[in-house]
């Protein structure tokens, strides 16, 4: 499928259109999802792009909106589906959309100490929530899929694929061991990392919860460290987070940092079929692999 930006904003203002709704999508984001706001309203839509590359129909999506519907009803920061009309997922020339309520962004980076403490709120609340509602090893378990397509990419040579399997391996036995190390198997956020919390006016809001899934809270925790251990990059706000979150099984999530690094590779080579600016830093995360 040919995916442009061009055909998603038609799309959605169409569909926005037999909502009963007028406003002209304006580009706010554009990465693995497209993210537009319906202007002049308060209301952004969010287009699966490259995402929709590998998932298929509308569950994941459709679990994002009740689980995220669930933690705002019960006082987490999260970002919240449209409540000015059905928020979806709504599938739509051959794309998911959705609709959620805009923030009002007050700074570049969220407040880390406030940061950490809603990741740690969210993990708590979320230990009441639903298991069957979610995959369990969700991320992990469609990176199988991903890595499949990935192993067939011009961008791997000969050597990385090599390596990238001899590690896939190791993940596989992590995974396995992780439920006997801790009691923590719950629904988690499941891509949990820095860019994914947000300065907004309500606080530090925690977005993107389309991965959600059933596992550890440790491996939350090593998506949210990921830049600094594995890059050196934003220690400092970082560290802030991670000390503000509190307990956690800190030799789990050592170990399932390298599950997160294995479920990241394949999914940067899918998505720099149309963001080719992802390529070295796919390559950084290969090098970084044992």
């Known amino acids: 499928?040919?995916?442009?930006?061009?055909?998603?904003?038609?799309?959605?203002?169409?569909?926005?259109?037999?909502?009963?709704?007028?406003?002209?999508?304006?580009?706010?984001?554009?990465?693995?999802?497209?993210?537009?706001?319906?202007?002049?309203?308060?209301?952004?839509?969010?287009?699966?792009?490259?995402?929709?590359?590998?998932?298929?129909?509308?569950?994941?999506?459709?679990?994002?909106?009740?689980?995220?519907?669930?933690?705002?009803?019960?006082?987490?920061?999260?970002?919240?589906?449209?409540?000015?009309?059905?928020?979806?997922?709504?599938?739509?020339?051959?794309?998911?959309?959705?609709?959620?309520?805009?923030?009002?962004?007050?700074?570049?980076?969220?407040?880390?100490r406030a940061a950490g403490e809603g990741l740690a709120r969210a993990h708590r609340l979320l230990a009441g929530y639903p298991v069957e509602s979610l995959p369990t090893w969700g991320g992990f378990e469609e990176a199988r899929v991903v890595v499949a397509r990935a192993k067939t990419s011009p961008l791997f040579d000969a050597a990385e694929r090599l390596r990238l399997e001899r590690a896939w391996d190791r993940a596989e036995e992590i995974v396995a061991s992780a439920r006997s190390r801790t009691r923590s198997f719950q629904a988690i956020h499941g891509d949990a990392h820095i860019g994914n919390v947000l300065a907004t006016s309500r606080g530090a809001v925690w977005t993107d919860w389309e991965d959600a899934f059933v596992g550890p809270i440790e491996f939350d925790v090593a998506c949210l460290r990921s830049k600094a251990d594995l890059?050196?990059?934003?220690?400092?706000?970082?560290?802030?987070?991670?000390?503000?979150?509190?307990?956690?099984?800190?030799?789990?999530?050592?170990?399932?940092?390298?599950?997160?690094?294995?479920?990241?590779?394949?999914?940067?080579?899918?998505?720099?079929?149309?963001?080719?600016?992802?390529?070295?830093r796919m390559k950084a995360r290969l090098e970084r692999l044992p």
């Open 1 to 112: 499928m040919t995916l442009s930006a061009d055909a998603a904003i038609a799309e959605t203002r169409a569909l926005a259109r037999e909502l009963g709704v007028e406003g002209e999508p304006a580009i706010l984001a554009d990465r693995s999802n497209l993210v537009l706001r319906l202007d002049p309203l308060p209301v952004v839509a969010r287009v699966a792009m490259a995402t929709s590359l590998v998932r298929v129909g509308m569950e994941w999506l459709r679990r994002e909106v009740e689980l995220t519907r669930w933690l705002d009803a019960r006082g987490a920061l999260v970002t919240r589906p449209s409540s000015r009309f059905d928020p979806g997922p709504h599938e739509r020339g051959g794309l998911v959309i959705s609709f959620w309520e805009l923030e009002a962004i007050d700074g570049e980076r969220a407040d880390p």
């Open 231 to 280: 890059f050196g990059e934003e220690i400092e706000p970082i560290d802030a987070m991670t000390r503000a979150y509190g307990d956690h099984d800190r030799d789990l999530a050592r170990d399932l940092a390298l599950v997160r690094n294995v479920q990241v590779i394949p999914w940067l080579a899918v998505f720099a079929e149309r963001h080719r600016d992802l390529v070295p």
